[in-house]
């Protein structure tokens, strides 16, 4: 199969979830293919991805994610750039396919820059889509790329899927994704807590929505051969956001501390709330036990587990209603057999069941937090059992081998019941491919 991924930004350090999925679909033996909106430049160094070279195309007419504009376009050029593309293509010998994508476009906006910006973008998909023999377009996250891809169907009859993670479902819910998801093959999110929300916010039907956890190379994550107490090592990764909860973690870092307790946290992660949690850090007079590293590569994060006593992700539900769902971090230092905490929100307990295979508190309850931290310490043989189940459940639940094999099977069951949409796009494609070239 081919299957074109429409992302906001890739790659991205704090989305190698992406990444695992796209690595074990070209080990099966899949072909594919990246179109990204925003190109993360700071990132581009440290994630290294040579599977894909030659098949990633950046978009540029800032028709999707238009909050992060590139400026490449003014808005007059862009309008005189989709006139002459559409002339162009229309004056060739089978138009309909380009004339069809235009009025697709001008039916969802009113507003004429937008409407070049939509076109030009379309067509840019479209022509390596059609090219290249794409089979399918794969939306991971639920945000504007999946108005493209709605887009693209809607006028070629292109089969699209969609998964749908956290934020957006949570936080910034798209105005009109009911009519997207509706109009999706395939609906996909990660716990079965997202579900019950994606069918409440989006009215989505229960059946349409198909769960699939996200999956993590558990093969290539041995657990960790020399695991230790003391010293004992408090590790936590994730981005440095109001959801993740490390200010939780810091309160309960002056705790353990205020008991004589000795310890050292290492945070992993950079986001907006960088200054705010080291000021933290100094008030409290944590610095000689804290220490945020920022962002770094995967495998050194992978690296600095293997001297974990604990990991420890306290998340809560942020402000404006974002919250994490099924936290890979936690799957990867489960895999590494490293013992786990967290809180009781979302899709937390679908990964942890607390006592057996790591422990969960209420959030924002540091005390808890910290009674939490000194029982992995006071308790060998808890610790012990909390480490083999950790690491057989992520074996049995969280694989990217079973994770891949359920979604090639939702996308390829769903590609082959929308006979109409797959005939029109089969059509498209045959009649189109040899003349649509790279805009």
């Known amino acids: 199969m081919r299957i074109l991924y429409l992302l906001k930004h890739f790659p991205c350090l704090s989305q190698t979830f992406i990444q695992h999925e796209i690595l074990e679909l070209k080990r099966r033996g899949c072909v594919v293919y990246v179109a990204s909106a925003l190109r993360l430049k700071d990132e581009l160094d440290s994630v290294d991805i040579p599977e894909l070279d030659g098949r990633i195309i950046y978009l540029s007419h800032d028709y999707v994610y238009r909050h992060s504009p590139s400026g490449r376009y003014s808005d007059r050029e862009v309008i005189d750039k989709a006139k002459l593309v559409f002339e162009v293509k229309n004056g060739e010998a089978e138009p309909g396919l380009t004339r069809r994508m235009f009025e697709t476009v001008c039916r969802q906006e009113d507003d004429e820059v937008l409407r070049a910006r939509g076109f030009l973008e379309s067509m840019t998909v479209l022509s390596w889509i059609l090219r290249e023999g794409v089979e399918h377009v794969h939306c991971d996250f639920a945000e504007e790329n999946v108005k493209l891809a709605y887009l693209l169907h809607l006028a070629a009859g292109i089969p699209f899927s969609v998964k749908l993670r956290a934020y957006d479902i949570f936080a910034e819910p798209q105005r009109e994704m009911p009519t997207w998801l509706n109009a999706a093959q395939q609906v996909i999110t990660i716990s079965k807590y ?246």
């Open 194 to 439: 997202n579900k019950e929300s994606v069918h409440r916010t989006f009215h989505v039907p229960r059946e349409r929505i198909t769960v699939i956890y996200d999956g993590i190379p558990v093969n290539r994550l041995r657990p960790s051969p020399n695991y230790r107490t003391s010293p004992f090592v408090i590790a936590s990764v994730g981005r440095l956001v109001e959801k993740k909860g490390h200010s939780y973690l810091i309160d309960a870092c002056r705790l353990l501390k205020s008991s004589g307790f000795s310890f050292e946290c290492s945070i992993y992660g950079s986001g907006p709330m960088m200054e705010a949690l080291q000021a933290q850090i100094v008030k409290l007079g944590l610095s000689d036990s804290i220490y945020i590293f920022g962002a770094r590569p995967h495998g050194e994060i992978l690296e600095s587990l293997e001297s974990a006593s604990v990991f420890v992700l306290p998340c809560v539900i942020a402000a404006n209603g974002d919250r994490d769902a099924t936290p890979n971090g936690l799957m990867e230092a489960m895999a590494k057999a490293i013992p786990v905490i967290s809180t009781s929100i979302s899709g937390i307990p679908e990964i942890i069941e607390d006592g057996i295979d790591g422990l969960l508190v209420e959030p924002q309850d540091p005390e808890a937090l910290a009674r939490a931290i000194l029982k992995i310490h006071a308790d060998p043989g808890l610790t012990d059992e909390i480490r083999k189940n950790g690491r057989r459940k992520v074996e049995r639940l969280f694989g990217i081998s079973r994770n891949i094999t359920e979604m090639l099977a939702s996308i390829e069951f769903s590609d082959k019941t929308d006979g109409n949409a797959i005939s029109a796009y089969e059509t498209s494609s045959a009649t189109m491919q040899q003349q649509m070239g790279q805009l």
